[in-house]
């Protein structure tokens, strides 16, 4: 549990902070709160919780330092924020962000640990506006990049990077990159502006086009110069972050006027630090939808097994939550939990008892699971998509051929059925539902605030609730895998009871 303490004395922190903590959450023993002050004192301070009876001391959190334009562009010009001329808004006391406001990564920790890992005890600048702008707006000339593969959302953020840059800021030169990082050097920018993308947030897919491979720092770097381009926006998921550090320490190597942010994208929630990436709650939804149809065909019919295959090249976050929300499901299958068909434990075990129990059975299974398990060529072993990933062979159609051959040769004669579902593109190519269209606004919202207060190299998103801003390197490597040993795979087990597929 973390507090944030306004403007206390550092020296009268423990006592109101406990008196706030007290109110707020009553008497929780070895909750750790974590002080900050205004003056950017940060952590540090030993508090007696009251009643506790034990007293800790937590260690100072470090902020991540966010790289500015500033610091290899001495003089560039401070403007104060145009939105202070904007009627809608009305600046109030504690409406621009300070670069004191900081929001922390981690909010829960065990006191009963010797010492507190350093990296658990990271902080981050808080996302919003500032009160001073390092772009004049009619100088600007923004660059939206779309890469990678689709997501719910893509089209919501470019038209809320458009029309934020244009309604907030007043910039008028906006462009949008066709096709990826590929379109730097081998297409025209195209203008955008809001009449342009007014209902592009109800549109699936992206207006810009997309692409994998095709990246060429030189050409990419030399394409910005040549356009003019100040304000690079990145969207896409770890490749695309990957490729923005490139061009982010390229720029910064030759000392350009061009900040460049990312904007996270991935419909398999793989990219970690930020609390979900866009798109993803969307792609539950239809995920959902497919298995609801799974459930229908399976349940009518002797011995039906309705198969799911979802995305998840090495996550398997969307099988997780569409069978968490679905309660349907027999067995979820994931790129992170290794499983195994015969013998004790096994797959087959588990389904031949659902059967016998309800007469039928769903399993989803993440693209990424069992990749081990299926027979493939020396030359399917290489194989790799333009950017590099590892292409994989449909586990949903092998594990269809494998029930049918086990159910042959165990039940030969019996009816059987195994009917398989493969939503893979239906759930990423779809717009963006409610929430998540309200948080591509603010993400896109975010990242130009923090463009035109001139900081670079840096990612926008929501840690723990709280938007904040993160070096790009840092989510560049980052990943959010499920984590097997936590209370949410436990409560998938246990909504299941499916195997652990421990061999024993
Ligand atoms: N290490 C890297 N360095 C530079 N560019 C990269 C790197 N990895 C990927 N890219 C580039 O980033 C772009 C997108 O990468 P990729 O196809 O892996 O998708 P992604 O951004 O990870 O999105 P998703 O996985 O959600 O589809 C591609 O143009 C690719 O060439
Ligand atoms: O067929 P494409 O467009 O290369 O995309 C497939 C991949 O993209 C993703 O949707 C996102 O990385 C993965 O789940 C999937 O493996
Ligand atoms: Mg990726």
Known sequence: MCIALGDCVPHQLPQCFWQLAWSLFGNRSRSAFAIVTRNMDIGNTTAEPPGDGGS?????????????????????????????????YHPSDGFYIAPSDIILRNIYFDLSCPSLPSDRLIAYHRAGPRRTVHFDPAAVCAAIVTCGGLCPGLNTVIRELVVGLWEIYGVRNIFGVPSGYRGFYSADPVPLDPKMVDDWHKR?????????????????????ERH???????????????????????????????????????????????????????????????????????????????????????TGHIALHATL??????????????????????????????????GHAVIVVAEGAGQDLIPRTDAQKEEKDESGNPV??????????????????NRPGELFTVKYIDPTYMIRAVPANAMDNLYCTLLAHSAIHGVMAGYTGFVSGPVNGNYGYIPIEEVAIAKNLVNTKDHKWAWVRSVTNQPDFLKV
């Open 56 to 88: 800790f001391c937590l260690p100072p959190f470090t902020l991540s330092r966010l790289p500015r334009l500033s610091d290899y562009l001495p003089s560039l010009p401070s403007l104060p924020n145009p939105i202070d001329r904007i009627p809608f």
């Open 204 to 224: 699936g897919g992206t207006a810009l086009a997309t692409s994998r491979g095709g990246f060429d720092l030189r050409k990419i770097v030399e394409a910005i």
């Open 228 to 314: 003019g381009f100040n304000q690079v926006y990145c969207i896409g998921g770890d490749g695309t972050m990957r490729g923005a550090v490139k061009i982010f320490e390229e720029i910064q190597h030759r000392k350009l006027y061009v900040s460049v942010t990312g904007i996270p994208k991935t419909v398999d929630n793989d990219i970690g630090i930020i609390d979900r990436s866009f798109g993803f709650q969307t792609a539950v939804e239809m995920a959902q939808q497919a298995i609801n149809a799974a459930h229908v065909e399976a349940e009518s019919a002797v011995n039906g097994i309705g198969l799911v295959k979802l995305m998840g090249r090495s």
């Open 325 to 358: 929300s679905s309660r349907d499901v027999d067995c979820c299958l994931i790129p992170e939990n290794d499983f195994y068909l015969e013998g004790k434990g096994g797959l087959f075990e588990f389904l031949d008892q659902r059967l016998k129990q309800n």
């Open 392 to 409: 994989f062979l449909d586990v949903g159609a092998w594990l269809k051929s494998e029930l049918k051959s086990w159910w042959e040769l």
